[in-house]
């Protein structure tokens, strides 16, 4: 138990409170310099916009998909035949045979190799985040590939912070594993399922040939087919990613948020509540701006169990990204200067460091002030996700395609809209304060005994 009668004590948590008006006036003045900057980048942002008719025409192709015509172009009887999404592959028989059976040697040995390169890359995080930015480098058409690069180191980000300086004093070992898992088989699954995608692509440009007929061989679903060909066409960039980003969320829907172990162990706890506290809600790209400040823009999803607001918060990602050009241009200068470790160091390092500078304490002593390091005081340990978490064996996708009808998907490919607010520079810093004042509440008040 504290000893309430010492004055001492007494004095530093009174001298505390006493800034609290101090520190709220602080956090509103720099939230309204946020807004002032995202309004400015509003001002130069382009509209994204998909091909005239393009939507309509694809929507067709969705429906013919499901309901295919029986005869051939030759009028000759055609099987049956549908790949389930995640299938384990050559399983399904057309007319009693094979379908690996039907494709020539050629293509086997192409789909083997993007296997292998997929499996290759679909280790870690680490190089999960990696593989998707050499693929924009090399197709800087593929707008997705840059998007998923982004969005993956912020799941690396989330994935450290559960071995970090702060979350492990307020979460059990027990609640960050089953946090880690549940980030680790997401960010697994989609990259298992969208890279190979990427790569049949880059296959057939090289070939100058439209390989997009393989894609049922990958185990990609039905819903994606037709987009492809639809690039392959037009290089209508926004129609893929936006397509991409409806597959994908939909993709881990019931394999990883509706699962009964994610939701008996993460989302159905008591953890929804206060990941807004946790800071596992936020999606945010560093970059530094005309004047070589760093700043941070992205937003917040409320629900991440939501999955049409998934979908949105997505697409307001990738117009942030892809609309805006002093994101855009600062955004892929960092990342393409900024090799991602997991560590939050790798953006903050005023605030965070990869290496420990020092034992860990049990008792913590507050070291935030304004989001910035006190004086004297060590940074925050944020460690590379090699040192936090062992590489875990990715396993089977469940199977199954989600795709049932277009008129379940047509609304996503509404006008894109941008978040009236996205600049998180200041934001995140008050959080990691935040984040700091309730490991000292559970420390100094018990609040977590």
């Known amino acids: 138990m504290h000893d309430y009668r010492n004055i001492g004590w007494i004095a530093r948590k009174l001298n505390s409170v006493l800034r609290w008006p101090e520190a709220v006036f602080r956090y509103w003045r720099l939230k309204r310099a946020g807004h002032a900057h995202s309004r400015k ?14 939507v309509r025409e694809l929507a067709d192709a969705w429906e013919r998909k499901l309901h295919p015509p029986n005869l051939d172009a030759k009028g000759s009887p055609v099987a049956a035949f549908h790949l389930e999404a995640a299938a384990p592959l050559g399983d399904v028989q057309v007319a009693g045979t094979s379908r690996k059976a039907a494709l020539s040697a050629q293509e086997q040995e192409w789909l083997a190799e993007i296997r292998a390169e997929t499996q290759r890359c679909n280790r870690t995080n680490v190089t999960r985040t990696a593989a998707y930015l050499a693929c924009y480098r ?36 027990s609640q960050c594993e089953s946090i880690f898992y549940m980030l680790e088989r997401a960010n697994a699954l989609i990259f298992g399922d969208a890279y190979p995608q990427l ?17 049922p061989e990958l185990g990609v679903s039905r819903f994606m087919e037709p987009v492809w060909h639809d690039f392959w066409e037009r290089q209508d960039a926004v129609l893929l990613s936006v397509s991409l980003i409806v597959n994908e969320q939909h993709y881990i829907e019931k394999r990883v948020v509706r699962h009964p172990f994610y939701q008996q162990q993460v989302l159905g706890t008591m953890l929804p509540a206060i990941q807004g506290l946790l800071q596992l809600n936020q999606v945010m790209f560093p970059y530094a701006d005309q004047d070589g400040r760093r700043r941070l823009s992205g937003i917040i999803l409320e629900h991440f169990d939501d999955l049409h607001e998934r979908i949105a918060f997505g697409k307001q990602l990738y117009m942030m990204l892809f609309a805006i050009p002093e994101i855009k241009d600062g955004v892929y200068k960092f990342a393409c200067s900024t090799s991602h470790t997991g560590s939050r160091a ?19 002593d507050r070291r935030l002030r304004h989001g910035q390091l006190r004086t004297g005081a060590p940074p925050l340990y944020s460690p590379p996700l090699a040192a936090a978490w062992p590489e875990q064996r990715v396993l089977p996708a469940e199977p199954g395609d989600w795709y049932g009808s277009s008129t379940d998907v047509m609304s996503y490919f509404q ?11 200041h934001a995140f810093r008050f959080g990691l304060n935040k984040l700091e004042t309730a490991v000292w509440a559970e420390q100094e008040l018990g609040l977590g005994e």
Do not use: C
């Open 41 to 54: 980048q509003l001002r130069s942002a382009k509209q994204l916009e998909f091909h005239h008719g393009a």
């Open 346 to 364: 790798d953006y903050a390092d005023d605030i965070f460091t990869a290496v420990r500078t020092e034992r860990q304490q049990e008792r913590y």
């Open 138 to 173: 090399r197709h800087p058409e593929l707008h997705w590939a840059l998007l998923a690069h982004m969005v993956s180191r912020n799941g690396g980000w989330n994935m450290t912070d559960l071995r970090g300086e702060l979350l492990p004093r307020l979460l059990k070992t």
């Open 415 to 425: 006008q894109l809209t941008l978040p009236a607010s996205f600049d998180l520079t």
């Open 199 to 215: 790569l049949l692509y880059e296959q057939g440009k090289r070939l100058g040939k439209n390989l997009t007929h393989l894609l």
